[in-house]
């Protein structure tokens, strides 16, 4: 049977592949912005700084230099973490910002249950496209040439029809959707698990699970993330093959306005197996990108019905202005209870 092993979760945001010395580029986007949202509220970038403290010293060189190292080595001990657990194949839940689906069909989960999917580079026309301080950390996310990279499809068939079974409409992908680069590529919450944490020579397969973090007007709610992630778990285990399987929750924490508030309540209730807090986050803390906390409550679920228990964590909110605009970086791993994980 197919036992999980391990479990990581990581943040995605441009500032891990932007050096310190350039956050400042994506902060000249946040002060253009008027949809800055923060507890409920949507803001001008100048009411925003109107509404909350000075975080200027957030944002002096050494204290960005600081948090962009500890970035780092998290996100290095997290690819160790995957490597020591020596899984067959990862189920990565994360979200889509409309990469691969759009307004023609906006699936609140889906699974992609092909044989491969490519990961593709971008052009130097859609770099160059892109928002201030984003076409560089974008090349973070992509290889330098097209990898075909193997899924696994029995598993993920498995798991579609486990948890249809279990009363949840999951939309079924054999082919992806061409998507806005029109590459029928995997996005770049997936992309970016393999570039930085697996690393690009990797050749574990993956189960690609989708969750309509962003859009309306049907993301799911915390609740039915959990739900969904506890029957993700039931549906691994009962998988009839020997397998070795890691989750990942890719995205998050709290931005483009960073609420320390909400992320610390939000690890300890992942470090404490909170349930009812996890379950009861409501939909106005999870909006922008603060709504890929949706990605982790599910993997919550699948580690709390697997047995996993959080093993380690580090927090570094990442300030890139004084309005306290940025993207709050969470690594977590989570390790079998026992201790043991051996085949």
Not at 73 to 101: C, F, N, W
């Amino acid at each position: 049977m197919a036992t999980v092993v391990a479990g990581v979760g990581t943040s995605h945001g441009p500032q891990l592949k932007t050096p310190s010395i350039r956050w400042a580029e994506r902060g000249e986007a946040d002060r253009r912005s008027s949809t800055l949202e923060f507890r409920g509220g949507r803001y001008t970038f100048d009411q925003l700084r109107a509404a909350r403290d000075d975080f200027s010293h957030e944002c002096a060189p050494d204290v960005q230099h600081n948090r962009w190292a500890a970035c780092q080595r998290a996100m290095d001990r997290l690819g160790r973490h995957v490597t020591d657990a020596d899984v067959d194949v990862l189920v990565i839940v994360s979200s889509d910002h409309k990469e691969v689906y759009d307004d023609e069909l906006l699936p609140a989960f889906a699974v992609y249950w092909g044989d491969a999917v490519d990961h593709v580079p971008f052009t130097p026309e859609q770099i160059a496209a892109m928002q201030p301080g984003l076409g560089e950390a974008a090349l973070g996310d992509v290889p330098s040439s097209t990898v075909t990279r193997p899924c696994h499809a029995d598993l993920a068939r498995h798991l579609i029809e486990r948890s249809v079974e279990e009363g949840f409409d999951v939309a079924a992908s054999r082919t992806l959707p061409a998507g806005r680069y029109g590459n029928h590529g995997v996005p770049h919450g997936y992309g970016f698990v393999y570039q930085r944490i697996m690393g690009e020579e990797s050749r574990v397969p993956m189960v690609p699970v989708f969750v309509n973090t962003f859009y309306e007007p049907n993301p799911p709610t915390a609740r039915r993330c959990l739900d969904y992630g506890r029957a993700l778990g039931r549906a691994i285990a009962s998988f009839p093959g020997d397998l070795r399987v890691g989750v990942v929750a890719s995205g998050g924490l709290s931005h483009f306005v960073i609420d320390e508030d909400l992320d610390r309540a939000f690890v300890r209730g992942l470090e404490t197996g909170d349930e009812a807090y996890l379950a009861s986050l409501p939909a106005s803390e999870m909006r922008s990108g603060s709504s890929e906390l949706r990605n982790w409550i599910v993997v919550a679920g699948i580690a709390a019905e697997t047995g996993l228990t959080v093993s380690s964590v580090d927090y570094q909110p990442c300030y890139r202005t004084e309005a306290g605009t940025g993207n709050a970086m969470g690594f977590v791993t989570w390790s079998p209870a026992t201790g043991k994980s051996g085949r």
